[in-house]
């Protein structure tokens, strides 16, 4: 299993030089990748301009989006010359993750209609791998498929619509259901999509370490998940903030199946990255790690959201499997 770490690009009060010292160091220490979180009505930089930033300053590591929030980006065809753009100036290094949110302010922000955000991002998905193909003639030219898509969600739809359109899937902070169970789901989805090949499995896990952790976890979670009552309250008791509990979720996940797990920082300290790396084993592999999965999953998400367009109940797709390795 593959250790990346989050940008503390959403903890209030983080600069810029932050966010890059953060994501060199996050490359000196051997993590495997760096991602954004994205809002619209809150404090934090935008995640796609961040990657890009970042990427000027790392040569190695994966950039992540996990997640970008996609219905609020149009129908997706501009998303998808800037992902394109990203992905080929960083020599392959994005993944694109995408889910809908459910943060209603965001949507009203931007004036896209809330409600109606599923099946935005369903048909936006779809366009983007159009363009991605040169169908639009939008954006530079790939020599595959473009990033992988990583698509993040618990709801039934939210699984479904991984199976459909995505290379993999993420599972985010605050659910009451255990990763494993969420993976069970996920992975029937996947083979009632018709799918053969393996999805990526990730998830996302907020953490703060060292003298007053506790505390930072409660302020990180009170500024970015205040009012939201119950959830919120799961997102904070799912933090880690001793080594043992570190040593505990990695094991978790690892047995689980998790292919890449996130660890995301409630305080900006580079101290916070010193003291993770200190105790888990980043599994560092290569910039092309990314674009291997591109080729046949993508390959594979297409035809099962044609498979689902037709109404068949099965779809021709190439085997495929995440090569990772183990952290402990």
């Given amino acids: 299993m593959e250790i990346s770490v989050g940008l503390p690009a959403m903890v209030p009060g983080t600069g810029p030089d932050q966010v890059v010292g953060w994501a060199r160091a996050a490359e000196e220490y051997g993590f495997a990748g760096v991602a954004a979180l994205d809002r619209v009505v809150f404090g934090n930089y935008e995640p796609m301009v961040t990657l890009a930033m970042v990427a000027g300053a790392t040569t190695r590591v994966r950039l992540a989006t996990t997640v970008l929030l996609g219905p609020l980006r149009g129908n997706g065809t501009l998303l998808a010359k800037q992902a394109a753009t990203l992905h080929l100036l960083t020599g392959g290094r994005l993944m694109l993750g995408v889910a809908v949110g459910g943060r209603e302010d965001d949507y009203t922000a931007t004036g896209a209609p809330f409600a109606e955000r599923g099946r935005d991002l369903d048909e936006m998905l779809a366009r983007m791998r159009g363009v991605w193909r040169g169908a639009a003639r939008v954006g530079p030219e790939l020599s595959g498929d473009g990033p992988p898509i990583i698509v993040g969600g618990h709801s039934p739809a939210a699984l479904r619509r991984a199976a459909l359109h995505a290379d993999g899937w993420i599972a985010g902070a605050g659910s009451a259901e255990p990763y494993e169970a969420r993976v069970r789901r996920l992975t029937a989805a996947w083979r009632a999509a018709g799918r053969t090949d393996r999805p990526r499995l990730m998830a ?116 495929s499997a995440v090569s990772v390795g183990r952290s402990r």
């Fill in 204 to 319: 996302l896990v907020y953490y703060a370490l060292g003298p007053g952790a506790d505390d930072q976890v409660s302020a990180y979670v009170d500024a970015c998940y205040g009012g939201l009552g119950p959830y919120a309250g799961r997102v904070a008791s799912g933090a880690v903030t001793t080594a043992a509990q570190v040593a505990a979720v990695v094991d978790r996940h690892a047995e689980a199946g998790c292919d890449e797990l996130v660890f995301f920082p409630c305080a900006a300290g580079a101290d916070q990255l010193e003291r993770l790396a200190g105790l888990v084993e980043p599994t560092a592999r290569t910039a092309t790690t990314a674009t291997t999965v591109t080729a046949t999953t993508a390959t594979s998400a297409t035809t099962a959201a044609a498979t689902a367009t037709t109404a068949a109940t099965s779809a021709t797709s190439a085997n």
